[in-house]
């Protein structure tokens, strides 16, 4: 392995959260210094090719990029082989850091938001560490304090949990445990789900938490159809009452929130 | 109660977060959308109106305010008298409310980056949802997702602590007991110190965790100075012992993170 460089490192870039809505100008979501630094990058680690190559579009139209989109090196995340134990060997995470330790700026990009918080990437940033790269952050959103912000929960305490089991006994008694962490330690916790499932783990949250527990959803926030509903588990119950059904989006990602009374 | 309003709503405002360091421009940090909406509102209700004052001169620099500055409209936050077992009742929330519930879009402001995450805001927010107002949030980082990202640790599971507790004995329980789940459950633990306390703060972290539970410390990230370093804890003892002591800025805040082996 090369010394470690002292001008290379790794750039974590937040992308736009409007995955799947209409785009916006870029510009209108990301701040003109991280569209400066995007534009300015030659080396590219990604979530996937394409959605980076729309991404650099959109940077493109606003603020021209530095080299043409065909001479940039754009890499895709490696992801763990299977049977590896869910890990990435080392040798693998330098070969993608190569043009880092090279003395490059290399930029970190996800599909939506910022990488590798509740989306991967933080091998690649444990690896750059690792080896002695700095590691830096420009300024962006991440959906989940977005959707926190915007439930009224407790945000000086939470957790974010990521996926909950989908055996329905299990989700059951892991969305109790929860619901009890919640009561003992003020803690809001935090769920995401694959979008169809949105409205049966919505459905599965009212029936399973007790009726004076708060529950918030949030869908597309900075997009212009955004919205955050945030109420009682008993106040979301009466509301399937009367409509029969809790309809959800089945394309749009969604934030579940709760704490107990 | 006046009925829901039907155009009024709250709006929460991200501010920069470069509290304490160089102020750079703000639409270095802040996106064209933010600033439009932010210099279009002419009802706020902030964390302190000194720094939302300075924050509305920043934006004015580089979006003029739709209003001048001293015509504008700013609540503080109310605050929880003392003995009221740590809440505001809602007549005081319904007080602050009126702009939004006759009609008016209020921001939510405040010190630094998104209002009611890891900073005052929850109630107020929680109250809108309770009084039928609409709640946006416009797109801003917060710090201690940026914090996440540049540390490499888990973000697909992760919990926000807040503050430890003082006192040292209770500390060490709190530290061990958030080590015990990181490692049962692969959840990445966040807390915060007050800015004098940092130094103090990461000497316990390093003689409580474990040798092989990885630490990291994030500081002013987004500012030019700004930070982060991720290792064993057994590399932060060697560091320590070679330098004699471990320096933390003591007026910066800063993010402490840890996930055990």
Redesign the interface.
């Known amino acids: 392995m090369s010394a470690p460089s002292t001008t290379g490192r790794l750039v974590?870039v937040?992308n736009a959260?409007d995955l799947g809505a209409e785009p916006?100008p870029i510009?209108?979501?990301?701040?003109?210094?991280v569209l400066r630094r995007a534009a300015s990058l030659t080396h590219w680690v990604v979530e996937s090719a394409k959605t980076a190559r729309s991404f650099l579009k959109r940077v493109d139209a606003v603020h021209p990029l530095g080299q043409p989109l065909q001479a940039l090196d754009i890499q895709e995340l490696p992801r763990p082989r299977k049977g590896s134990g869910d890990t990435v060997p080392d040798a693998v995470w330098q070969a993608v850091l190569t043009p880092a330790l090279s003395g490059h700026e290399v930029g970190l990009l996800s599909d939506a938001g910022?990488?590798?918080?509740?989306?991967p990437?933080?091998?690649?940033?444990?690896?750059?560490?690792?080896h002695g790269l700095?590691?830096?952050?420009?300024?962006?959103?991440?959906s989940?304090?977005?959707a926190?912000?915007?439930?009224?929960?407790?945000?000086?305490?939470?957790?974010?949990?990521?996926y909950l089991p989908q055996a329905p006994a299990e989700r059951q008694a892991r969305v109790r445990e929860l619901e009890q962490r919640s009561r003992r330690e003020g803690?809001t916790q935090l769920v995401i789900e694959t979008p169809y499932r949105n409205e049966a783990l919505l459905q599965a949250l009212c029936q399973q938490l007790q009726p004076s527990t708060?529950l918030a959803v949030a869908c597309g926030?900075?997009s212009a159809g955004?919205?955050?509903?945030?109420?009682t588990v008993e106040a979301w119950r009466r509301q399937v009452q009367r409509a029969g059904r809790m309809p959800m989006p089945d394309k749009l990602p969604a934030v579940f929130m709760w704490l107990a009374a």
């Open positions: 974590l937040p959260l916006e510009d209108a979501i990301l701040s003109q210094q910022l990488p590798a918080v509740a989306d990437g933080a091998g690649l940033v444990a690896a750059a560490h690792a700095r590691v830096e952050v420009l300024a962006g959103a991440s989940l304090t977005l926190l912000a915007a439930s009224g929960l407790n945000g000086q305490r939470f957790a974010f949990e990521g803690q708060r926030l900075t955004g919205w955050c509903e945030s109420k």
